[in-house]
């Protein structure tokens, strides 16, 4: 069961490495800051320390007609 925190001041964080989310206690909304959109193959972004992947056929589609894929403007 999650409980409750009071954090008495303000914390500014200015990097969480890797795809991350901070929390402290309870969250109404959690919302990104920034956003970023990447097109990869099939195993492309696979890490560790003994991988293997067996791709036999990949294609990425990277046509996108879209104006705006996701607006984080009103999050800044």
Partial sequence: ???PSFI???IKITNVSGDGTVN???ALQIA???TLKSNSG???TNTGDFL???TFVSF???IDPDISDSSNKANN
Avoid: I, R, V
Wanted: zero cysteines; aromatic letters at 4%.
């Fill in 52 to 54: 293997q992947t067996n």
């Fill in 24 to 26: 402290f206690g309870d």
């Fill in 1 to 3: 069961m999650p409980m």
């Fill in 42 to 44: 099939a195993g492309a």
């Fill in 8 to 10: 008495g001041g303000p």
């Fill in 32 to 34: 990104p800051k920034g």
């Fill in 60 to 62: 990425t589609n990277t």
